[in-house]
């Protein structure tokens, strides 16, 4: 029962942790993100283990993470309200060639990741030749150019 | 025959729709197993505790009470607790033998509270408690093998109890 218990309460923690510090922050993953995310694992995983190192008990853990994965995923899937509150929503960053400023303050993202987003999706060199730009649930950019001609 | 003839809307895709179909009835299938296996986790048949996962039991004259996981994992911290009421205990001491054969099994981490003293015998090993009243003994172990573990736990002068643990590996 412990370990049960033990994996959904981290589950839900890493759940939130992830959600509440943004969309952009393992999005992209630089190297530091990568050791973050390494250095998190290490903690948790005192957590999750206490002082109990029997197979059964691994099991048990990955058994819990996994069904509560799958579980929120058929919830999520019936409950659009469920999956706007644990992977957000689309947000339009750039509308109809305009930058929306205010909105790319809030998510934390600039015209240089718009551009960065621009080149290596669609190999566009300036602003005014893209349409829209929209902040994916993923934390990706992706790029609707304008049509040339 | 054309390669591109065979896809749907001519995309280029190796798709196989009876390998995906097969695939998810599997994983239906496993996430019931799954599902199925974290009730059990929880109502303790894997141990670390839930409704299930210890039991006691109890010599014929009620003198000695023997509380135990059922089901313990290896290489875990698992109590063992000795209720005992003491009859005519005049010299206030009360010996508890626990079978040797049960002690190979385990690594006794602490016994709280203290025996007196610990004496070892041919088949058994006797702790000696100080106590008038009766009282409880947690010995704090750490099972050491997996499997079935049977134990035998006396306590002077014949009130007797055995019991058994599996040990999940």
Same mark, same amino acid.
């Given at each position: 029962m412990e370990s049960v218990l033990r994996g959904a309460a981290i589950y839900v923690f890493l759940l939130l942790i992830m959600r509440v510090s943004g969309k952009?922050?393992?999005?992209?993953?630089?190297t530091f993100d990568f050791v973050l995310l390494l250095v998190i694992g290490e903690t948790t995983q005192q957590a999750l283990l206490a002082e109990d190192f029997s197979i059964v008990n691994a099991v048990v853990v990955v058994a819990t993470l996994v069904v509560i994965d799958i579980g929120l995923s058929l919830w999520k899937q019936h409950s659009p309200r469920l999956a706007a509150l644990i992977e957000s929503r689309p947000l339009v960053l750039m509308g109809d060639g305009e930058l929306l400023e205010d909105r790319m303050n809030r998510a934390r993202v600039d015209a240089d990741d718009i551009l960065a987003a621009a080149r290596m999706t669609?190999?566009?060199?300036?602003?005014?030749?893209?349409k829209y730009a929209v902040l994916e649930r993923n934390g990706g950019i992706s790029i609707i150019p304008r049509e040339s001609g | 025959m054309n390669r591109s003839a065979r896809r749907p809307q001519g995309i280029e895709a190796a798709e196989e729709t009876r390998l995906h179909r097969r695939a998810w009835a599997v994983q239906r299938l496993a996430w019931t197993v799954l599902a199925v296996l974290l009730a059990a986790a929880l109502l303790g048949l894997f141990g670390?505790?839930? #409704?299930?996962s210890r039991s006691q039991a109890r010599s014929a004259d009620g003198a000695l009470e023997v509380r135990y996981e059922r089901f313990a994992r290896r290489e875990a911290p698992a109590d063992l607790e000795i209720h005992a009421a003491p009859r005519g205990a005049a010299s206030g001491e009360l010996h508890v033998h626990i079978s040797r054969k049960y002690l190979e099994g385990?690594?006794?981490?602490?016994?709280?509270?203290? #025996?007196v003293r610990v004496e070892a015998g041919h088949e058994d090993v006797t702790y000696v408690f100080a106590a008038r009243s009766p009282t409880a003994f947690t010995f704090r172990l750490q099972l050491q093998t997996a499997g079935r573990l049977q134990g035998q736990i006396t306590l002077e002068p014949d009130s007797s109890v055995r019991f058994s643990q599996l040990v999940y590996p």
């Open positions: 952009r922050s393992f999005a992209e993953i630089t669609h190999g566009l060199e300036r602003l005014d030749q893209i | 670390g505790g839930g #409704p299930l385990v690594r006794v981490d602490r016994i709280t509270p203290a #025996p």
